[in-house]
């Protein structure tokens, strides 16, 4: 079965400075990995994804994500946080077809 | 192009009753998603379609919760009768194919009482 973990329920970081939203998986078969962004009172807004080739992803907003094989990580950063990032991030994995996610972690930019 | 649509936004209900929920996908999306989203943890998978037939619903519970879309576009999850602990947002998702990236709507915010 695959899993989804995001070890930390909350990140802070001050604005301007870099920041690591952390997600590992277990899966058999190659994994599609996934972060989406929720804000309050809305949907799940997609950001990027990982399906095969250059280990850096880049996204939507500025991010990017690492996929680590051999850790089994799939790390979200940002290199200069801005209080509008502010929000629910949730890391998930696809293999055949259904996806399963995390439990997110918030994020809290300071000013 | 226009997101995926869902309603009502918010519903709040007594235990025992029923309820619905209406969700239209991004035009020409063959796959449509709904999704249980608990307080505190991740969206959890409750049923998958493919046009207007069943892919996955493994993990809806068939003695309260049905959903159908039957034309293969709009399509409608309901519960009856209604618990307490089906209280949770209930997001509506939708791609073009199944293994494409899934775009979601606002969700259904439900309280049960």
């Known amino acids: 079965a695959q899993s989804v973990a995001q070890p930390e329920d909350q990140v802070n970081v001050a604005e301007g400075n870099p920041l690591t939203v952390k997600c590992t998986y277990s899966?058999?078969?190659?994994?599609?990995l996934f972060w989406y962004v929720q804000y309050p009172n809305r949907g799940l807004q997609f950001l990027l994804k990982?399906?095969?080739?250059?280990?850096l992803v880049k996204g939507s907003y500025g991010f990017e994500a690492e996929f680590n094989k051999s850790q089994t990580s799939f790390h979200l950063k940002k290199p200069s946080a801005l209080v509008s990032d502010s929000a629910l991030y949730f890391c998930?994995?696809?293999?055949?077809?259904?996806?399963?996610f995390g439990s997110g972690t918030q994020l809290t930019v300071l000013p | 192009e226009a997101g995926v649509a869902q309603s009502p936004r918010y519903k709040i209900i007594e235990k025992r009753q029923s309820v619905a929920f209406w969700c239209n996908p991004i035009?020409?999306?063959?796959?449509l998603y709904w999704y249980q989203q608990i307080l505190g943890q991740g969206p959890k998978l409750l049923i998958q379609?493919?046009?207007?037939?069943?892919?996955?619903d493994s993990q809806l519970p068939k003695d309260r919760f049905s959903a159908e879309r039957l034309k293969g576009v709009d399509s409608t999850l309901k519960i009856q009768p209604a618990k307490l602990e089906d209280s949770a947002v209930y997001l509506c998702?939708?791609?073009?194919?199944?293994?494409?990236?899934?775009?979601f709507g606002p969700g259904t915010r439900l309280t049960v009482l």
């Open positions: 998702a939708s791609s073009l194919v199944s293994a494409d990236t899934q775009y």
């Open positions: 899966v058999s078969g190659n994994p599609y």
């Open positions: 990982y399906i095969t080739g250059d280990n």
């Open positions: 998930a994995v696809r293999v055949f077809g259904q996806l399963t």
């Open positions: 035009s020409g999306h063959a796959t």
């Open positions: 379609f493919q046009n207007n037939g069943v892919v996955d």
